[in-house]
């Protein structure tokens, strides 16, 4: 069951890049609870930092019970607060001016810095530093983008590593994108039993043409690195059928390749070549290279 717990952070027992072991006092029962798990998209968490952790409860053989945190929320009660949050734990804000700017926005200091500079301009002097606080809007928004990414990723066992890969290759949309089409990933990610797994939790069939999309670049990847620079369009189907079988993976839709190629093609995660067969566009632009050093004499 999911729960949420608002309060201050009174001790970082344990801290490894995201990961966090945290004392937390929390305001609405004025007790101490444990809570451990990641925190993308914050820089950092330091004690008295007021925060909202979202998670359910286990309970620890050793430690007793303790909320696994899935995700988190900002929480302010004053101006005080907001500053904090945002000087300590989101990136852009090292001025603390910047952070005390938003914070004079009272309670709905948060959905106006998400609605942008427009909405935050009027708590700013003439002569503030633009560039100064475009960072901020945009630290606060790969803030919101990282961590909502890390909640879809996370129910297809996916990590830190997989996160970066995704932001890299799809920016702030990368959460609106993957929901869209969990097996765009295959485009960043290797495993595809854990995009398989993801795209289920989503409610996509086995014989979506978005997996057998992902599938097909899956299988031509895994041809890259077996030293194949391009397959013809009538070998794929033989290929993916024999990967998949290897891996214990559910059979693809061949029925509908040309569709998923086509696809494939118009996000420009392949290249086709009339008479001779599918490329991926770093194998495509390594043979031309190559073609054009052979023929210069």
Known sequence: MRVSASGWVRRVVYNKDDFYILELFEAATQEMLTAKGTLYGLIQVKPDVPITLVGSWRKHRKYGRQLVIQTWEPWAYDEEATELFLHTCVDGFANRELARG?????????????????????AFPLGTDQEDLQGALLGWERAL????????????????????????????????????????????????????????????????????????????REGATQGHLFFLRSQIALLAARLFDRHHLLPLPMGELTKALRLLFERKAIVLESGTGVYLPDSYGYERDTTKCILIP
Do not use: C, H
Not at 102 to 122: C, K, Q, V, W
Not at 170 to 188: C, H, K, N, T, W
């Open 102 to 122: 938003i914070a004079s926005l009272g309670d709905a200091a948060f959905r106006r810095l998400s609605e942008g500079f427009d909405a935050i301009s009027e």
């Open 145 to 220: 983008a990282v961590r909502d990414l890390s909640s879809l990723l996370r129910t297809g066992g996916l990590g830190g590593a997989d996160i970066q890969a995704a932001m890299t290759r799809f920016g702030m949309e990368a959460a609106s994108i993957i929901q869209e089409d969990p097996y765009r990933l295959m485009e960043v990610l290797w495993d595809f039993a854990k995009v398989d797994r993801l795209a289920n939790g989503l409610g996509l069939k086995p014989n979506d043409l978005r997996r057998l999309a992902g599938g097909v670049l899956w299988t031509l």
